[in-house]
Antibody, heavy 117, light 110 residues
Framework: QVHLQESGPGLVKPSGTLSLTCAAS?????????WSWVRQPPGKGLEWIGE???????NYNPSLKSRVAISVDESKKQLSLEVNSVTVADTAVYYC??????????WGQGTLVTVSS | EIVLTQSPGTLSLSPGERATLSCKAS???????LAWYQQKPGQAPRLLIY???RRATGIPDRFSGSGSGTDLTLTISRLEPEDFAVYYC???????????FGQGTKLEIK
C-alpha cells in the first residue's frame, strides 16, 4: 500500500523560500513514474505545481516555473519542493502525489504552508 | 492552454438520487487524459475516474465517467450520504506538459 507524507515548515516569511519534502512508503520515488506537487489555497481549487520523472528534467506549471524547483533524492527516497520569493498568494495546502495514466492515484495528506511576517 | 469549466457550481440533491456533473473543455481533448477527483473537507483529493471512464481502484460502480470531445460527464447513479463532497475534473496536456483542473462542483445534501 502506497503512503505519502509531506513535511516542512508551516510558516514562511514573505520573500523567503518554501521548502517541503515528501516521503513515500510502498512505492519507489527513485524509479516509479511520476511524482508531482499540487497545491490548494484555503477555500479554493487545485493547482498543479510540477512533476518529475526518474532520470528526466522536471516539468513545471508555466505560471510558477521561474520560482519552483522539484527534485528527487533517491538515497533518502524523498521528493522535494522549493518555491522561492514567496508571497501571501503562495499560502496553500501542498500535496505530493504519485501519478499514473495521466492522473494521480495516490496523494499525501497535505501540509498547510502559510506565508506571513 | 485548455480551460475546463465545470457545471453546475453547486448541485443540491438527496440521497438515492442521480447526480450528473459536467466538465466542458475549451477545445477537444483526448479522453485518455481526463480524470475526476472527489474531495471532502480537510482531506486530500481522491481519484475516482481516469481515462475519462476507467474507475480507480476501490471506487464503487455507482460512479461512472463518460463523454468525448469537449463534453465530459461524471455520473453518480444513486447518491450515498458519503458522496456529498466537491468534485474536480482534471486534464493532462502534452505540449508542453501541463495539468489543469476545473474549478469544482460542490455536491450538497438537499
Amino acid at each position: 500500500q502506497v503512503h505519502l507524507q509531506e513535511s516542512g515548515p508551516g510558516l514562511v516569511k514573505p520573500s523567503g523560500t518554501l521548502s517541503l519534502t515528501c516521503a513515500a512508503s510502498g512505492a519507489s520515488i527513485g524509479s516509479d513514474p511520476w511524482w508531482s506537487w499540487v497545491r490548494q489555497p484555503p477555500g479554493k481549487g487545485l493547482e498543479w505545481i510540477g512533476e518529475v520523472y526518474p532520470g528526466e528534467s522536471p516539468n513545471y506549471n508555466p505560471s510558477l516555473k521561474s520560482r519552483v524547483a522539484i527534485s528527487v533524492d533517491e538515497s533518502k527516497k524523498q521528493l522535494s519542493l522549493e518555491v522561492n520569493s514567496v508571497t501571501v498568494a503562495d499560502t496553500a495546502v501542498y500535496y505530493c502525489a504519485r501519478g499514473s495514466e495521466y492522473s494521480w492515484h495516490h496523494w499525501g495528506q497535505g501540509t498547510l504552508v502559510t506565508v506571513s511576517s | 492552454e485548455i480551460v475546463l469549466t465545470q457545471s453546475p457550481g453547486t448541485l443540491s440533491l438527496s440521497p438515492g438520487e442521480r447526480a450528473t456533473l459536467s466538465c466542458k473543455a475549451s477545445q477537444s481533448v483526448n479522453s485518455r487524459d481526463l480524470a475526476w477527483y472527489q474531495q471532502k473537507p480537510g482531506q486530500a483529493p481522491r481519484l475516482l475516474i481516469y481515462g475519462a471512464s476507467r474507475r480507480a481502484t476501490g471506487i464503487p460502480d455507482r460512479f461512472s465517467g463518460s463523454g468525448s470531445g469537449t463534453d465530459l460527464t461524471l455520473t453518480i447513479s444513486r447518491l450515498e450520504p458519503e458522496d456529498f463532497a466537491v468534485y474536480y475534473c482534471q486534464l493532462y496536456g502534452s505540449s508542453p506538459p501541463m495539468y489543469t483542473f476545473g474549478q469544482g462542483t460542490k455536491l450538497e445534501i438537499k
